[in-house]
């Protein structure tokens, strides 16, 4: 054995407890460490020929690398949508890696069967039936994936082709309907081959809204001659937190074949607490759901789920079993439902979270960062020189410049907002205008952190150079 592995070996406890001192420091200095590191990262070492051990490795990270690390788990980092790590599921990452558990298959370790555990209770947190089967997966970009890959293979059913065994090619021109669609879906549908080109952007109702227009996608439905679709219905975009009318997309199927997908990737959260679930009525109705866990669940990366009612079909796409051995039946091992093979037991730190803090933690969570949203948005609707650019619906507030919000104003103001290591927000453009973003997702989030956040962008946006 290479000295420096043995005697880390010989080591080993001491060494873990070191990488759990520094990782307390690091994440007890959260609220005080800049939320964001605009500056220059140091130049690549080269590759050490002998090694420093782990207790050098930690000291070189620490000098190096840990200084320029965002305080992105924090409370004030509210750019894209963010979330942090509960301590339990913090802890439940740390034993993930201890274990070093592969999820392939439930052979040999109860690990696939607390998948399903968790699969099980997250099911029932979303307001989710017993005819969805669930699987984890890294991020909702490939939840939204693995959606539309059964999407395609139900279009090949109703087509009478087999894509998974023809390719993309036998099925001929594909429509996928959406309002609002999350930019992943665009993405998504160019892995599997069915072209960014096959979206068709549906009309979003008037007035300030990012929800699809049902009449409007009916029509669109209608005019595609009783050809097979599929619809992606979105529930919580990412500028205003709109949501499509689950039910009344899903009523269009007694009109209309098509398969429905939704992106809940965050949105889903909604179900948590009975003030905001009506935004998600319907999601069962869904022949497939994406649903992020490193966001709104505050587990750290990478962690989604994606559910879906046809198991069968996911089967036929994904399997990864001999030709001549048939399609795994039964409770097929993780291995035939997702693009990986080998995987992570990204369920534990979901397991550890709602064993921890159960319905009630998370929906407080929840439902205080809607809170505090609100609370964001007040201030910014009051402030001389700001303007919301839409109500705050749910999480994330939408706003910019009161005067003249070009792009280099708007990002100049996230630039010094982020450079004052207060707060971070990301800008983006709705509607046509240059704006900024806060999104609240994360669990230590407080009314005192919202006032600073308040506080930074208000000082910034009455800097001359803007
Ligand atoms: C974040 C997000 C995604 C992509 O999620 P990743 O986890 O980054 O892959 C997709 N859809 C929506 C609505 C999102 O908010």
């Known amino acids: 054995m290479d000295p420096a592995l043995s005697d880390d070996l010989d080591r080993l406890p001491e060494l873990l407890q070191a990488a759990r001192d520094f990782a307390v420091q690091e994440v007890s200095g959260l609220d005080n460490r800049p939320v964001a590191r605009l500056g220059k990262a140091p130049a690549p070492d080269p590759l050490p020929d002998g090694g420093a051990g782990t207790e050098g490795a930690l000291a070189r990270f620490a000098d190096r690398w840990a200084p320029g690390f965002s305080g992105s788990a924090g409370p004030r980092y509210l750019g894209f949508v963010t979330g942090g790590a509960t301590p339990a599921s913090l802890a439940g990452d740390w034993l993930t890696s201890a274990y070093d558990q592969n999820v392939s298959g439930a052979a040999g370790s109860f690990a696939s069967a607390l998948e399903h555990e968790t699969l099980g209770w997250l099911r029932e947190l979303f307001g989710l039936g017993e005819e969805h089967h669930g699987a984890f997966v890294s991020g909702a970009t490939v939840s939204n994936t693995v959606g539309l890959a059964v999407a395609r293979e139900w279009l090949g059913e109703r087509r009478g082709v087999s894509v998974t065994d ?22 998504a549908l160019s892995v599997l081959g069915l072209g960014r080109g096959s979206l068709r952007r549906v009309p979003v109702l008037p007035g300030n809204r990012e929800a699809v227009d049902v009449e409007r996608l009916d029509a669109a439905l209608d005019a595609l001659d009783g050809r097979p679709a599929v619809v992606v219905a979105n529930a919580g975009t990412v500028n205003t937190v709109d949501f499509d009318d689950l039910r009344a997309v899903a009523a269009l199927r007694e009109r ?174 709705y509607d046509g205008t240059h704006g900024l973003r806060a999104a609240f997702s994360n669990w230590r989030t407080s009314e005192a952190d919202t006032d600073r956040v308040f506080a930074a962008v208000e000082r910034h946006c009455a800097e001359p150079r803007l």
């Open 166 to 187: 023809d390719g993309v090619g036998a099925l001929g021109p594909v429509d996928v309907l959406s309002g609002s669609p999350h930019s992943s879906v665009t993405k």
């Open 256 to 429: 209309h074949d098509f398969w429905l997908h939704v992106d809940a990737a965050f949105g889903g959260f909604a179900a948590l607490s009975p003030e905001f679930s009506s935004l998600v009525a319907g999601l069962d109705e869904a022949d497939s759901v994406c649903v992020d866990l490193h966001k709104w669940l505050n587990v750290p990366y990478d962690a989604a789920v994606q559910f879906t009612r046809r198991r069968d079909l996911q089967v036929r796409v994904f399997h990864n079993a001999s030709p001549y051995l048939g399609l795994p039946g039964g409770d097929p091992d993780f291995l035939h439902l997702t693009p990986e093979n080998s995987r992570r037991l990204r369920a534990l730190p979901a397991w550890f979270s709602l064993a921890a803090y159960g319905r009630e933690g998370h929906r407080e969570i929840v439902e205080r960062n809607v809170a505090l949203a609100r609370r964001l948005g007040e201030r910014i609707a009051r402030a001389p020189g700001l303007r919301l650019l839409a109500p705050v619906r749910l999480n994330v507030v939408c706003f910019t410049l009161a005067d003249d919000p070009t792009e280099r104003r708007v990002h100049s103001l996230a630039d010094a907002v982020g450079a004052s290591g207060e707060a971070f927000v990301t800008p983006t453009c």
